[in-house]
């Protein structure tokens, strides 16, 4: 064997150690990798509902609908230690169709299609009302116009039994006419349409396999 057979083989054989080295350091890449982080970035971060979270910073997840140091603020983060799925922001706009939901059902006399998201005290409160109604042959005919404004109001968290409680303010509109027996008009102008005003208690036990808050407390 020549001497420049063997000069190429030793490259050769330099270039295998070298390319293995390398792989057992740098390990393999598949499929697509997204681009650098940025020095500038903050290595710690949380991501969490679509909301990013600075560790040791305030939660905006939080900071957005109470003040960071309220009591409010301090039991709603007891939650989400509890139950990490938990945002504020998407309670509330779930908050927002289920008080749509509940309150035509009220109005339209329909509480059954309701009751699994109503404590036994709020369904018998709504239910009284309805058959009242129904003694006296009064009807309702009522159209949802909308949220004008919610806002988070209170919140409270029991560590032991792990209930969460949440108050959200409402203000909606909607049209609303009652009728007698006759169907003459005893309350309220067709077409026109009124300002509902609501504070609402949800209550659920956070982490629990049940996804559902319920209405615990009803009020203006």
Request: charged share 30%; no cysteine.
């Amino acid at each position: 064997m020549n001497s420049p057979i063997l000069q190429l083989l030793v490259l050769a054989g330099i270039a295998v150690f070298l390319i293995l080295r390398l792989k057992s350091v740098l390990g393999s890449r598949e499929g697509f990798e997204g681009p650098p982080r940025s020095q500038a970035e903050p290595a710690a971060r949380d991501r969490r509902q679509g909301f990013e979270v600075i560790e040791g910073g305030p939660d905006q997840d939080i900071t957005d609908h109470v003040a960071e140091d309220s009591d409010a603020a301090a039991a709603l983060s007891d939650m989400k230690r509890a139950d990490p799925s938990f945002s504020v922001t998407d309670f509330l706009q779930g908050a927002r169709g289920a008080y749509e939901m509940i309150l035509m059902s009220f109005e339209r006399g329909n509480l059954d299609e309701i009751s699994p998201f109503l404590s036994q005290d709020v369904f018998e409160s709504f239910a009284q009302v309805v058959d009242a109604r129904e003694e006296q042959g009064l009807s309702v005919e009522a159209e949802f116009a909308g949220v004008r404004e919610i806002s988070l109001v209170d919140a409270a968290f029991d560590s032991e039994t792990r209930k969460g409680e949440v108050t959200v303010r409402f203000v909606g509109e909607l049209t609303s006419v009652v009728r007698d027996s006759t169907g003459e008009i005893v309350e309220g102008t067709p077409g026109q349409t009124k300002r509902q005003r609501d504070v609402w208690t949800f209550e659920r036990i956070m982490g629990s396999d049940d996804p559902n808050w319920r209405l615990v407390a009803t009020g203006e």
